[in-house]
């Protein structure tokens, strides 16, 4: 059995990533929707070490981590390609792959927090945007990967779009329009391309997914 | 000791260009260091094996192949880079960094970390230890580090993720008293549960199979740093009887023939970390 299964949630960042891959290398996919309060006994099972989703299951071999999913998809499935050819660009992407995971945290932790605890998270997103906007590969270029979305597109679009429930929700200011005109370009040019606009959660659904996960993780925390 | 020292660094410097450039170094540095220094001076300075006058002609043809390392000791970030491109036969320049006044060229070459290691390879900067891990693989064939298969490679890509994620909890362990000290005992422990039952077989010798790999040389800080820091900190982390495939993995890490050759000293090592430790708990304190 060949088939590909991937195991995520809807309103996750990180299962969407990987749906972006899939569908922009036309690769045939089932998908499982996870109840998070309700972990499936198969996604324990595919991802013991974090009982994460996403999880793509392909010829029922689990592979983990949305960014790591992304790459086996670019190396198993070559077509529309993801990655440069040339070493030396493909190492330029994945540095701004790690740069944009480690720094992203920020954005995740300014959703979890507030009043004064999130106003470090909240300056340190800023500041991650500032550098991307600054030194982001292919600058000039409709997109990160040039003239066509590439793996650092993949990895901002998870956290760009997700950014701006996360500032309704949370009521802080993270992404400066004014402050960021090449990203606020980018924004535009990668949610209006076809298969990334077929495949963005509505905003609205968003947010109210969202009230309800951080007012409970607020209160729990309040409630030490 | 002292004529120790000075032997030292009389043999093992490649030629005179290469002395040169550690000579200042030293220079740039306290008292302490520079013995730390002189004591880890590898037989790592190799050159391009050109003369200077030729590397300058092939520079400004724009045909410089070379390879050149920007690193610190005893970085394991660095290290695992210098694992990497010895085990790929790989010649390449190493420049030690000082930190506390970093080159033009570090901060021309890695403007968004200003961090080491940078390898730059023909003039073009390659930043991230685990990025420059992968250019290294992709750019010299010879003698693989991933495995071929893809779902393969993404398992060690999975690990290598994981245990970069989970590094900085084993600084805390060594940064801090206390209770916040207890907590960073309990997740390093857990982290090391996790490897011992997910990510070793009982019959392999290193992560990926028989043979030493990327995944081994990112894990490879557990088995010469972690130590230091144990004794540091005075708390074994890593026991034998509680983590046996660890435990093994660890020898076999520390047995193998390239990575042996190019281990920081021990006792320079202790030294490092415990200044390190004492000016985290003296600030932390201080501060309140």
Known sequence: MDGVKLHGVWASPFSTRVIWALKLKGIPFDYVEEDLSNKSASLLRYNPVHKKIPVLVHGGRPVCESMVIVEYLEEAWPQFPLLPSDPHERAVARFWVKFIEDKSLNVWIAGRSAGEEQEKPMRDSSEMLAILEEHGPNKGKKFFGGDSINIVDIAFGGVAYWMRVIEEVSGGKMFDAAKLPRLNAWMANFESSPVIAKNLPDRGKLRDYFVPVRAKILSSSTSK | ?288
């Open chain 2, 1 to 288: 000791m002292i004529g120790e020292i000075e032997t030292l660094s009389k043999s093992s410097g490649g030629d005179g260009r290469a002395e040169e450039g550690g000579d200042e170094q030293f220079a740039r540095q306290d008292g302490a260091l520079k013995t730390f220094k002189e004591l880890n001076k590898k037989p790592t300075h190799h050159r391009f094996g050109l003369g200077r006058t030729e590397g300058i002609v092939l520079i400004s043809w724009g045909f410089m192949e070379g390879v050149k390392l920007l690193g610190t000791w005893p970085s394991p970030f660095s290290y695992r880079v210098i694992w990497a491109l010895k085990l790929k036969g790989v010649k390449f320049e190493y420049v030690e960094e000082d930190l506390g006044n970093k080159s033009d060229e570090l901060l021309r070459c890695n403007p968004v970390h200003k961090k080491i290691p940078v390898l730059i390879h023909g003039g073009r900067p390659v930043a991230e230890s685990t990025v420059i891990l992968e250019y290294i693989e992709e750019s010299w064939p010879q003698n693989p580090l991933l495995p071929q298969d893809p779902y393969d490679k993404s398992v060690a890509r999975f690990w290598i993720r994981f245990i970069e994620d989970k590094t900085p909890v084993f600084f805390r362990f060594c940064h801090s008293t206390g209770e916040q000290q207890e907590e960073a005992i309990r997740e390093a422990k857990k982290v090391l549960k996790t490897i011992e039952e997910h990510a070793l077989r009982e019959e392999d010798k290193f992560f990926a199979g028989d043979k030493i790999g990327l995944q081994d040389l990112v894990f490879g800080w557990l088995a010469w740093l972690l130590q230091a820091l144990e004794e540091v900190v005075g708390v074994k982390l890593l026991e034998a009887s509680e983590y046996p495939r660890l435990h093994r993995w660890v020898q076999n890490f520390r047995a193998h023939d390239v990575i042996r050759s190019d281990l920081p000293e021990h006792n320079a090592m202790l030294a490092y970390f415990k200044r390190i430790r004492e000016t985290f708990i003296s600030s932390s304190t201080s501060a309140v």
